[in-house]
């Protein structure tokens, strides 16, 4: 079975994110580090060489596969911002519905921009979520 290449490094996640090209998505990723540290109130660790996670819980599959991952994080793409939110999205179609311009994957929330998207309710889906994986993989 493979291991799993993404795990916590102890690079700096202030220099990953200051060499962020795009000013825009640079500073929304100052912004975004800064609710997630709130919300989880954990410290911010690399995830490999582009997450940007907090926390975190351990999953084993009904394959065999198991490991760990960030309870919630984050990568400034080149593309757009990508936020992980472990719990997925189906719980939060209220919260979704409200939020902005955004798209979906099956654990990430795609955001061109902050300014696209409602920030008290990215608040609130960020913190639902977090609380919804300590609950399930406590």
């Known amino acids: 079975m ?13 220099q990953f994110l200051k060499k962020v090209e795009n000013p825009t998505k ?3 990723s100052f912004k975004i580090l800064e609710l997630m540290k709130e919300i989880t109130q954990e410290k911010p660790l690399m995830w490999g060489e582009s997450i940007v996670g907090f926390g975190s819980y351990h999953y084993k599959y009904s394959s065999g596969r198991e490991g760990d991952w960030p309870l919630v ?38 955001i061109n921009k902050l300014k696209d998207v409602d920030i008290k309710i990215l ?10 994986m300590k609950k399930e993989y406590a």
């Open 2 to 14: 493979t291991e799993l290449k993404t795990k916590p490094t102890k690079k700096s996640v202030e």
């Open 26 to 28: 640079r500073e929304d």
């Open 73 to 110: 994080g984050f990568s400034p793409r080149k593309k757009n911002l990508t936020l992980y939110i472990m719990s997925g999205f189906e719980r939060y179609e209220l919260l979704l519905d409200n939020l902005g311009k955004f798209k979906t994957g099956k654990s990430c929330l795609y």
């Open 123 to 132: 608040r609130d889906l960020i913190l639902e979520s977090v609380e919804y």
